[in-house]
């Protein structure tokens, strides 16, 4: 599978193993190991294998990132495959777990305890529709005092469904649009936010799909 439907209903099972190919075109692959380590357990610890033609500094820190546990690099013998499969099968699961949750399973545990199905889908719809708007409005630029309103009004609506990274990264970009912080700061802030907000946004709605709230 080579799009987001990749990492969301197939993986409301459980798989002993995952094999990621890093030359993915239409899904970073990188994505799909950072949401995989936000799902909830047993899921979130599933080892994950990677294969690429190349390798980057850039991909070999993510790949410890995101508890990727090994590359097999291109081409590769058949015999190669199955000797790390093997070799990583009864890995303790302790090994898999995410460095840097982008969702706070937690809180999202929370909200399905104490909300009926119906709420919950509909707040974190709502939830979702204001942070692609907003993330959008900062995403285009603008006045410094302009995009600190509306990262202010994005960090408490992530946060409020557990978009724990976003609503950080909101955080940072509010208090340097109230700072003294150049305007070159200002957009590395701000094309990190948007890079950031699909991956969560596909995780928060594959929880929903795991927790058998959406179809």
């Excluded at 294969?51 to 790949?63: H, I, V, W």
């Excluded at 690099?73 to 777990?97: C, D, H, I, R, W």
């Excluded at 990262?151 to 940072?172: C, F, I, N, P």
Aim: hydrophobic share 45%; aromatic share 2%; net charge negative.
């Amino acid at each position: 599978r080579t799009d987001e439907n990749s990492v969301s209903p197939p993986m409301a099972e459980a798989f002993d193993l995952i094999l990621l190919d890093l030359d993915l075109q239409s899904l970073s692959s990188i994505d799909a190991a950072r949401i995989i380590r936000t799902l909830p357990e047993p899921i979130c610890e599933t080892p994950i294998i990677a294969m690429a033609a190349r390798m980057t500094t850039d991909l070999q820190f993510d790949c410890r990132r995101f508890a990727i546990m090994d590359v097999l690099m291109k081409p590769f013998e058949a015999a190669a495959l199955a000797g790390t499969v093997t070799s990583y099968l009864n890995v303790p699961q302790s090994a898999f777990q995410a460095v840097e949750p982008i969702v706070d399973g937690a809180m999202l545990e929370q909200l399905r305890r104490t909300l009926s199905a119906h709420d919950l889908l509909h707040i974190v719809e709502d939830s979702l529709e204001d942070i692609e708007r907003l993330v959008s409005e900062i995403g285009n630029g603008g006045d410094p005092v302009e995009i600190g309103r509306k990262a202010h009004e994005l960090r408490s609506v992530a946060g409020q469904v557990g978009a724990k990274l976003l609503s950080t990264l909101a955080a940072e970009l509010e208090a340097a649009c109230a700072g003294s912080h150049a305007s070159a700061d200002l957009d590395v802030l701000r094309r990190r936010m948007v890079s950031e907000h699909k991956p969560t946004v596909t995780a928060i709605q594959t929880s929903l799909l795991v927790a058998g709230l959406k179809s």
